[in-house]
């Protein structure tokens, strides 16, 4: 990434100390070079996205708006005269559009889109229909990651249309330690999220989350215990977008998404009775090694092209080209999009 990063501020905070709080904020990001992106001095300041230049070629357009299901009042709206952040009342299809049509103006050819949007309660893994909703129109309107938090820790991860959605992210170093009342949701436990995209598509290669544990605002390594519990819940939670987490040596989490059509035709392949034969599945599919039933080599095929044969760890998502997951050097590497004799130009 270029010199200049984007600092994302839409939340539930950044008016605590009131405008000259806000005010010491943004002169002191731009005094070290880093562009604000979620609020402003006004309207107009807090709508404009942070354009940053990729190492390269191609630049990632950040957008960050705040939700008033994250605690925002509707009081710090930023207006034409006074100062706030990006507000927006609901995850409604109309204010969907309405971000897609901003990235959309400044958006060009291998350019990534980020919307980063701060919204939904503190604690629970529950996504509500319209925020899931919301996030597909966004990806739908040429967002290539959805980049969601307020909880205080992990929620959902999606790929959709092979295009990474994160419901919530996660507290990461805050001064929140030792809030009782909430044990269940191992708050201490954090992730970093190391991802690529496709510098060309926008959509994901491969998602990585290693697991860390905060102590005293400091960061340590989770240990294997914490990391398989990590592991355990990001796989329970992600059943519902078709989204499975495991481990690999180095216990980082890694993601794969097996979608709904390309899962049922895997249980019909399997001899199912209960499923029939999905003939739009474009894609054949190949689980984890360890999984006797399905211990071979596929050839992998789309509408388009006829694939070489592999033989991998790969699991689809439905979309034009196939997805897949291959292990060439790792335990896994995570969510590729496959394309057959065509190099990754990663970001």
Known sequence: MGDALGRILANNHVLDFGYPGLEETLRTLAGAG??????GRNVHDARRPAIVPLDGAGRAVILSVGMASSGIPEAWAASERRPGIDF???PSQSAAADVAARVQVVKRAGDVAVVSVHWGSNWGYDIADDQV??????????VDVVHGHSSHHPRPVEVYEGKLILYGCGDFIDDYEGITGYEEFRD?????????????????????????QARRMRLRNASGEDSRWLCSMLERIGRR?????????????????????????IRAWLGDPSVSHPEEAHCFCDVRPHCAQLRHAFHLESHRDTAEQHEAVICPHYMADGLAIHRPHHLWTA??????????DRL
Do not use: I
């Open 88 to 90: 927006l009342a609901e």
């Open 335 to 344: 969510v590729q999009p496959f394309r057959p004799q065509q190099q990754h």
């Open 133 to 142: 909703s919301f996030a597909h129109a966004l990806v739908d309107g040429g």
């Open 34 to 39: 880093l562009r604000a992106v979620g609020a």
């Open 241 to 265: 977008f078709g989204s499975r987490t495991w481990l690999d040596p180095d216990r980082q989490s890694h993601l794969e998404t097996l979608d709904h059509k390309a899962d049922r035709w």
């Open 188 to 212: 201490d436990l954090r992730l970093l999220f190391l991802v690529s995209l496709d510098r060309n598509s926008g959509q994901l290669v491969e998602a990585k989350m290693a697991p860390l």
